[in-house]
């Protein structure tokens, strides 16, 4: 087990090498450097002074030596300053990482609590009518785009009924702030997991359809064993297995969400961020997101081989 | 029977994908009709009539500076249909003819293909088509090519999983016996077989494009206004009194996302049935 980890890792190294490469380039493609983006329009800076600060600042080197050295800064933990509000990039993320890590996994929670059950349903009673009604429910829950899903849940229970706040995550004015956060939490991770609930809806059900049709339950139905008794010893314990090797390899897709789910609901968190430093180009930011998530993605993935290894007693690295 | 007469048969049984189908129609007869349906002119203002909620005159309301939503939801489909369908013949160009090499070539080639594939995959499409769309700018041009330049790699290693699997089949080794050159191997064998699979993966596709393009304007990254789009019209929504008391103005496009993409969806899973003997034994 730890060798085989050992050499996903090493996999994964040239594969983080490579992304980060590519967004280095593509922003060093892009229109205007640092400085540029600092300097007002207008402004009396004279052209000797940004040479100098150009200088100063390493801008002048050529492309290859200025990628070495962010590189070099990055594995010491430096991902340099934002061109925007001067703090330290490293300092902005790490603030906007609890918000969006209690709206990922509450989204993550109550797609699994909704998801699990239904998929079992719709599995166990294929092709009933309870199936196709399930199955048409998880169908428009991939068609309808989350944010729209957000827009009409603000509309209903925010503005009509006024259950839930209208967007943000913290009001000044309740007593527990605990509470409130929880109140603030409740439409956006709906929104957030209504396409996870279907991914989950639809990989279980076809997994418990395939499993239903192997020999082993067959086997198992001929002892005279009851067959809620196979899906629930027999069946379940394969299918589910899969499903949340599944669930947690898309965890990261759930980052591409939020940004949109962030922005309709007003919640403090990483996507926020992102959109934010992409309007302002703030490109230090931009790229320690973008590694960030890769590092996530290879974490999700180590985390997946290893619940598939202690849920499923065949598999051996 | 014919091939084609039982092929539509089994399609025009999924009564959902037959309904998607009709709806999609329709829209793409009213996109084209666009001029003659509406004043054609779905970007002028007029002060005179803002915030009107729908009425025989104006059937889904005015917007903030007086535009009728009824012309703005039919030029965004204009945007939202050629979104989807130029960007998703680009992810099929690229997806096919890298995952025809990968399986073909293998070696080397497939293993740097897929680790692409696979990069790609992993990441957040969105991220990709905003981080992206916001170095090169976000005309309707670029989101098309971003879309279809990032959105490959399904299709790719769809293909190459087809063509790994045909090149198994007795025919295909039959083929190759009787010494027919690789081109006609794969004109007449290999294409005929993944035109099904890429269809169906063609149209799933071009419902995601019309979703992200949807999500990258509705951020602000995507087309500009004026020039409507579904999604920078949902993007009014963001003030609480339009979204609050002007609903007309923004569940017009979003209604029209929610069922361009359902009706893609459905459609594309009827296809997948249709093609598929499996699930009519």
Not at chain 1, 29 to 49: K, V, Y
Not at chain 1, 67 to 74: A, D, M, P, R
Not at chain 2, 72 to 100: D, K, N
Not at chain 2, 270 to 279: N, V
């Amino acid at each position: 087990m730890g060798a085989y980890i050992g050499r996903r890792l090493l996999i994964f190294i040239p594969t983080l090498l490579a992304i980060s490469f590519c967004i280095f380039t593509l922003l060093d493609l892009a229109p205007g450097d640092p400085l540029s983006a600092i300097i007002r329009p207008g402004s009396s800076i004279s052209q000797e002074t940004i040479e100098a600060y150009r200088t100063k600042f390493g801008l002048d080197k050529p492309f290859l030596l200025r990628y070495g050295h962010w590189l070099g800064q990055v594995l010491q933990g430096n991902f340099g300053y934002s061109i925007v509000t001067f703090r330290p990039v490293i300092e902005m993320i790490s603030e906007r990482i609890l918000p969006t890590l209690w709206l990922t996994l509450s989204s993550l929670a109550l797609a699994l609590l909704i998801g699990i059950p239904v998929g079992i349903i719709s599995g166990y009673y294929r092709y009933s009518a309870i199936d196709y009604v399930l199955t048409f429910f998880a169908f428009a829950g991939i068609s309808v785009p989350n944010f729209f899903v957000g827009l009409v849940l603000l509309y209903l229970f925010a503005a009509k009924l006024s259950w839930f706040p209208i967007g943000g995550m913290t009001d000044p004015r309740a007593e527990c702030q605990a509470l409130a956060t929880l109140v603030h939490l409740v439409l956006p991770s709906v929104a957030l997991g209504i396409p996870f609930i279907t991914t989950i809806v639809r990989y279980l059900r076809s997994s418990i359809i395939d499993q239903m049709s192997q020999d082993y339950v067959r086997t198992a139905l001929a002892k005279g064993i009851s067959s809620l008794r196979v899906l629930r010893r027999h069946v379940l314990r394969n299918s589910l297995t899969s499903t949340i090797t599944v669930v947690t390899t898309t965890l990261p897709l759930l980052l591409g969400g939020a940004v949109v789910i962030e922005t309709v609901f007003i919640w403090p968190g990483m996507g926020l961020l992102l959109k934010t430093s992409i309007y302002s180009r703030d490109y230090p930011v931009i790229m320690a997101f973008v590694l960030l998530v890769g590092v996530l993605i290879i974490a999700c993935n180590l985390l997946a081989d290893m619940l598939y290894a202690l849920m499923d007693p065949r598999i051996r690295y | 029977m014919t091939n084609a007469r039982r092929l539509l048969h089994r399609f025009l049984r999924h009564k959902l994908g037959v309904m998607g189908a009709a709806f999609l129609l329709i829209l793409c007869f009213l996109t084209l009709l666009a001029p003659m349906i509406t004043d054609g002119l779905p970007s002028k203002a007029c002060l005179s009539r803002i915030y009107q909620a729908p009425s025989r005159e104006h059937i889904f309301g005015t917007d903030q500076l007086g535009r009728d939503v009824f012309t703005r939801v039919l030029y965004g489909a204009r945007v939202s249909l050629q979104v989807g369908i130029v960007s998703v013949l680009i992810q099929l160009s690229v997806g096919v003819l890298l995952g025809s090499l990968s399986a073909i070539a293998g070696r080397w080639m497939d293993m740097l293909i897929q680790r692409v594939v696979e990069v790609f995959l992993g990441f957040p499409f969105l991220i990709i088509v905003l981080v992206l769309s916001s170095i090169i700018g976000g005309s309707q041009m670029n989101i098309i090519l971003i879309i279809g330049f990032v959105g490959w790699p399904p299709i790719c290693r769809l293909i190459r999983g087809e063509i790994l699997s045909l090149r198994e089949q007795p025919f295909f080794e039959a083929a190759r016996a009787y010494g027919i050159s690789m081109p006609r191997l794969l004109l007449r064998h290999v294409l005929p077989n993944i035109l099904a699979p890429s269809l169906v993966a063609a149209t799933l596709n071009c419902a995601n494009a019309i979703l992200i393009e949807a999500q990258i304007s509705f951020l602000g990254f995507g087309i500009q206004p004026p020039t409507p789009t579904w999604g920078n019209m949902l993007m009014s929504a963001g003030q609480v009194h339009i979204l609050e008391s002007k609903p007309w103005i923004w569940l017009a496009p979003g209604i029209a996302v929610v069922l361009t993409i359902l009706s893609l969806n459905f459609l594309g899973d009827a296809l997948r049935d249709a093609f598929d003997p499996k699930y009519y034994v």
